[in-house]
């Protein structure tokens, strides 16, 4: 078996082009989804009214306990069946469902960064007469989401390599046109190689960076 | 009242025509966890070990195996193994073979991370009081180390197995008969999309549930083992970073 150069020279750039550009707006939508679902998930579990808590913690734990792809499958071939009958495209259902799972794991994230802000905080706060929506946003969360940045980096590079799945629902991104690349000539090496390498290439500096940044927070 | 068999197909309307199915599916999904948690945690166990290495290059051979497979997710190995390799090797793995491969290659890195985190976390005087005492290093480790960082592998390690399980749905894209694979097998066959991935999400669910209560048990175990209590509730941790390290590691080593 040998590879096949030329043929690579030529996809290669249909892959960086209209497959990369999908799998960055994957990541970069479903991220933004994640990081703001995410907040509100936390917010809402800490809430003092017992069933918003409990809904909320239940949502959460329901969500990490069930494989991403049936969520995928979910949003794409269920909500079109149910009233009031959503019909998402593969990618919107698949940025949806990839940002809803990765935000219940954001909302641990976010919930330990708020637990790590002394108490003394909320009481100054207090002391100070502070309303609750300025104690949130001026005091707790700045200290907060400081507290966050490495675990959320984590979830960043986690969306991203995770976004393959949406292939499977039928999104064309990296991997979903190495697939289709390597059907035409049921040649599957070198679009799969050259994929995973990419995937690659990109993750392991990404974590390596965020694993410095880690240690310089620490201390 | 007779009881019914959930996997019979007695029950009335779409749970009857899909249950018999569901419930072949996860037996495969429970075969494909079982088999990916054994070879994940075997590999773990070595790399983890031989990361923590005096000699640079076993280090260096664990670092790499980690960081590779950590590099990209279970789905982009799983098709590059599936589809890719034959044409290297020249012969194809049947579709279950490949998923618990992967799946063990895939979640030992992380597993590995973990047991290394955890080892490192054990603190230094007790080691140096194994040499004080004349134990030789595997008496060091099989009698010291370990036990102690066997109680602190188990939470992480619990997450891992519930990822584990999530991951397994993945094989179903190489055609392996597990539970997603028949939900939508079903679904094509007689409708009823909400119902049927309804059922399936719950039950992997429930898997979760179990995995989770058999770990505590281990967990209580293993701590009582080593003369400790187990602390009630402890927050979920996060699979892919690292937890072991961060509270204790960073901590014990400066």
Known sequence: MNWDWEWTREFSVELFTTGLKVTAQITVFGAIVAFIFGLLLALLRRSKILWVSTAARWFIQFVRSTPLLVQLFFLFYVLPTIPPNIKLSALTAGILGLGVHYACYTAEVYRAGIDGVPPGQFEAATALNLPQVRTWTSVILPQALRRSLPALGNVLVAIFKESPQLSIITVLDVIGTAQELGSERFRYLEPLTVAGLFFLVLAIPASIMIRRLERRLEY | ?254
């Open chain 2, 1 to 254: 009242m007779a009881t019914i068999n959930p996997c019979s197909g007695d029950l009335p309307g779409t749970f009857g025509d899909a249950m018999p199915f569901i419930c072949d599916g996860a037996v495969v999904t429970a075969q494909v966890t079982l088999g990916g948690a054994a070879l994940a945690i075997v590999l773990a166990a070595v790399a983890g070990l031989a990361s923590t290495s005096h000699a640079w290059l076993v280090r260096a051979v664990a670092r790499v195996y980690m960081e590779f497979f950590r590099g990209a997710s279970v789905l982009v190995q799983l098709f590059w193994i599936f589809y890719a390799m034959p044409a290297i090797t020249g012969y194809r793995l049947s579709p279950i073979f490949a998923g618990v491969l992967t799946l063990g290659l895939n979640l030992g890195a992380y597993g590995s991370e973990v047991v290394r985190g955890a080892i490192q976390a054990v603190p230094v005087p007790q080691r140096e009081a194994g040499i004080a005492l004349n134990f030789s290093t595997y008496q060091r480790m099989r009698r010291i180390i370990l036990p102690q960082a066997f109680v602190a592998m188990v939470p992480p390690g619990t997450s891992l197995l519930i990822e584990l399980l999530k991951a397994t749905s993945l094989v179903s894209a190489i055609s392996v008969a597990d539970m997603t694979y028949q939900a939508n097998v079903t679904v094509s066959s007689i409708g009823n999309q909400f119902t049927i991935f309804g059922i399936v999400m719950v039950i992997y669910f429930l898997m979760a549930q179990v995995i989770t209560m058999v770990m505590r048990v281990v967990e209580r175990r293993a701590a009582t083992m080593v003369g400790r209590e187990t602390p009630k509730r402890r927050p979920p941790q996060m699979a892919w970073t690292d937890p072991a390290p961060t509270s204790a590691g960073g901590g014990g080593k400066s």
